[in-house]
């Protein structure tokens, strides 16, 4: 399936995002110590800041292509980081909504970091690069309406206070030619089958036989947010699938 593809080739990237521990600092992806295709390796820098609550938006993911190195930056703001040192520390419930938006900041700038490395063109022309860049900012553009100056920083995601990353067009990631379905992948991201089983395992645990449990019981296990099983119901499904199949 081509959603496994995507991330088996991209795997160790993906394990350096941190998706299920507050970053202390600065998150730098060093490529060469990952097996990654060698576009990657070669070409692309990625980094994750984390800024105060002064930054105007939750979340951005910006583009930057000097000469030789494609730079993706995800920024994020540090409250979300902090959020889920407090939950990790002692489950303080009052910040679990930071927790599930982080998961969802983290998994939809994730989904474009995804978008650009398969997208990029391979030529390796200043010319194409740059047509290809405005091309991805013209869609940015078109799509929320931000304003140039953001355009012009790099900008080609934003997500404000009141957005929603869990709400995307079918056309929202993808750039050219690219047909991966990113329902499935941001899904993937979002909550992953190992986590969902072992959190389900850990649920049916503590019932006895014929006792229910609710989805609610499953989301401090996931952290993901409340309607995120009715936005992707084939993750509910997969609940399902695995309740019948049972726990070795």
């Known amino acids: 399936m081509e959603i496994g593809y995507t991330l088996w080739t991209m795997q160790d990237i993906l394990k350096s995002i941190p998706f299920d521990k507050p970053a202390g600092k600065t998150v ?22 984390y800024e105060d609550d002064t930054f105007p938006v939750d979340a951005v993911c910006s583009i930057f292509s000097p000469q030789d190195t494609v730079t993706i930056v995800i920024v994020i703001k540090r409250k979300f980081e902090d959020a889920l040192n ?28 995804i978008a650009i490395i398969r997208s990029y063109p391979s030529n390796r022309s200043q ?37 929603s990353p869990s709400d995307f067009e079918k056309d929202h990631f993808c750039y050219e030619n690219d047909n991966l379905n990113y329902f499935k992948l941001y899904a993937e991201l979002m909550l992953p089958y190992n986590t969902l089983y072992d959190s389900l395992k850990k649920v049916c645990s503590t019932k006895k036989p014929g ?11 996931t952290l993901v947010e409340p309607s995120f099983f009715i936005k992707f119901p084939d993750k509910e499904s997969e609940i399902r699938s695995i309740l019948k199949e049972g726990f070795n």
């Open 86 to 113: 407090r939950w990790i520390k002692n489950n303080d419930a009052s910040i679990l909504d930071l927790c599930y938006r982080r998961r969802e900041l983290y998994s939809h700038e994730t989904s474009h970091l």
């Open 28 to 49: 730098h992806l060093d490529f060469s110590r990952m097996e990654v295709p060698y576009y990657v390796k070669n070409w692309f820098k990625v980094s994750i800041f």
């Open 211 to 221: 006792d229910f449990f609710s989805i609610g019981e499953i989301l401090e296990g």
């Open 127 to 163: 010319k194409v690069r740059k047509d290809f860049e405005a091309k991805i900012r013209k869609k940015f553009y078109d799509s929320i309406g931000t304003d140039q100056s953001m355009m012009d920083s790099g900008f080609i995601s934003q997500e404000k206070p009141n957005d």
